[in-house]
C-alpha cells in the first residue's frame, strides 16, 4: 500500500470527467486531471470552487488523500488516523459531523466503501467518545440547517485498489448530500420520470410556482412537466401538437391548459411567470426559442434542457451560458442535475 499526496477531487457523472476538466479550465482558469472513475483532481493549493457553482460537479472531496490498495483494513487504519490526528486538533469543536461512504453505480465498491466506513465507526465509538457525541446521521446532516463549522467526512470508492478520503467543513462548499446525489421523489400520477428532473431543477432554483402564477410548457407532451406546474398552483397552458396523457386532470382543476401549436414559435400574448422547456432537439435550436423568450421578456422565470453533443460538449455549454448570462437576471444558472444524462438544464429568475 501506498499513499499519494492529498488533491481537491471533484466528480460527476460517469462519462463526463473531460467536461468537467474543461470547464474548471476555461471558468476557474484551474487545470485539473482525471484521477479515476467519475473524479478529476485539482493541487491543494488551488481555490476549490463549490459544488453549486459549476455545472457538471456534483460533489468534492476537499484536500482528499488517495489510499492505493485494495485491503479494507488498511485504508480503515489510514482513515483512523486521519481521524484522530482531526479530532485531537478539533475538540474544541462544536459542530456536528457525518460520515458519507459510497461509489458511483457500482455495487460491488459500495460495499467495500460501507465496510470502512463501518470499521472507522466501530473506532470512533470505541476510542473517540466525545467526537461521536456530535456524529448525526447523512440524512440528518443534509436535511438539518448546517453552519460553515459543521464537518462532512467522506470516503469514496471508485475502484477495487482505489479509495478517497476527505475531511472538510460545510465552509468548502461541497454538497450535503451523498455523492452530491439528492433524489426526487416521484410523484403519484406524474405521466413520466421527467416530472422528477423539473421538481430538482426548482429546488435548485430555490423557488417554484405557487397559487394564482401563470406558465407555459414548451413541447409538454406527455405532460410530466406540465403536471409539476399544476401541482405547485399554476395555470398551465401546455403547447405541444402530441396529445398530453396525464391522469386525473379533474383533480388539477381545469389548471393545464392544452394548446396544439408548435413550441418552436410560439410565444403568449402577455408575460407569464415560468417557461420551461423540454423538446427533443438539438442545443442550438433550444437556444434560438430561449433568446426569443428572453428577448421578448415573456416570462419571469425559465427551466431548459438542451442536449449536448456526444463529443465535446463544453463549447455548446459554454455558448448557453453565455446567452442567459447577458440578460441581468437576478439568479442563471447551467446544471448537470441527477436526473440530467446526456443534457444540462438551464435556470432563470429575473427578479
Keep these: 500500500m501506498k499513499t499519494v499526496k492529498r488533491h481537491h477531487l471533484m466528480l460527476m457523472r460517469p462519462g463526463f470527467e473531460a467536461a468537467l476538466r474543461d470547464e474548471l479550465s476555461s471558468r476557474f482558469g484551474l487545470e485539473g486531471e482525471v484521477v479515476c472513475r467519475a473524479g478529476v483532481a485539482l493541487p491543494e493549493s488551488a481555490s476549490l470552487p463549490a459544488v453549486k457553482a459549476t455545472v457538471f460537479a456534483r460533489q468534492s472531496l476537499p484536500r482528499a488523500l488517495h489510499i492505493a490498495s485494495s485491503d479494507i483494513n488498511v485504508a480503515a487504519q489510514v482513515v483512523i488516523e486521519r481521524i484522530d490526528v482531526m479530532t485531537k486538533r478539533g475538540n474544541r469543536q462544536t459542530g456536528v459531523w457525518t460520515l458519507h461512504a459510497f461509489a458511483i453505480d457500482d455495487d460491488d465498491q459500495l460495499r467495500r466503501a ?19 457525541k456530535r456524529y448525526v446521521s447523512p440524512e440528518d446532516f443534509a436535511k438539518g440547517e448546517r453552519v460553515a463549522s459543521d464537518i462532512l467526512v467522506q470516503i469514496y470508492v471508485p475502484s477495487p485498489t482505489d ?5 472538510g467543513t460545510v465552509a468548502d462548499g461541497a454538497s450535503v448530500w451523498e455523492a452530491g446525489f439528492q433524489r426526487m421523489k416521484t410523484l403519484p400520477g406524474a405521466p413520466s420520470r421527467s416530472a422528477s428532473k423539473l421538481e430538482e431543477a426548482l429546488l435548485r432554483l430555490g423557488v ?21 406546474l399544476a401541482s405547485h398552483g399554476a395555470h398551465v397552458v401546455a403547447v405541444d401538437h402530441a ?61 431548459v434542457n438542451i442536449k449536448l453533443p456526444k463529443a465535446n460538449p463544453w463549447p455548446q455549454v459554454l455558448e448557453a451560458l453565455d446567452l442567459i448570462g447577458g440578460y441581468g437576471w437576478a439568479q442563471v444558472s447551467g446544471q448537470h442535475l441527477l436526473h440530467d444524462r446526456s443534457e444540462i438544464t438551464l435556470l432563470g429568475r429575473k427578479f
Aim: charged share 25%.
Design 163 to 167: 479509495v478517497w478520503f476527505s475531511a
Design 114 to 132: 460501507k465496510d470502512i466506513a463501518k470499521l472507522v465507526m466501530q473506532h470512533v465509538r470505541s476510542h473517540q467518545k466525545e467526537f461521536l
Design 243 to 303: 396529445k398530453l396523457t396525464v391522469k386525473n386532470m379533474s383533480k388539477l382543476k381545469g389548471r393545464i391548459e392544452h394548446l396544439s401549436e408548435n413550441g418552436l414559435t410560439y410565444l403568449p400574448s402577455a408575460p407569464v411567470d415560468w417557461m420551461v422547456c423540454d423538446m427533443v432537439m438539438g442545443a442550438k435550436d433550444t437556444l434560438k426559442v430561449l433568446k426569443r423568450w428572453l428577448d421578448a421578456e415573456a416570462m419571469n422565470h425559465f427551466v
Design 208 to 228: 417554484s410556482p405557487s397559487k394564482g402564477q401563470t406558465a407555459v410548457d414548451l413541447g409538454a407532451a406527455p405532460g410530466g412537466w406540465s403536471y409539476v
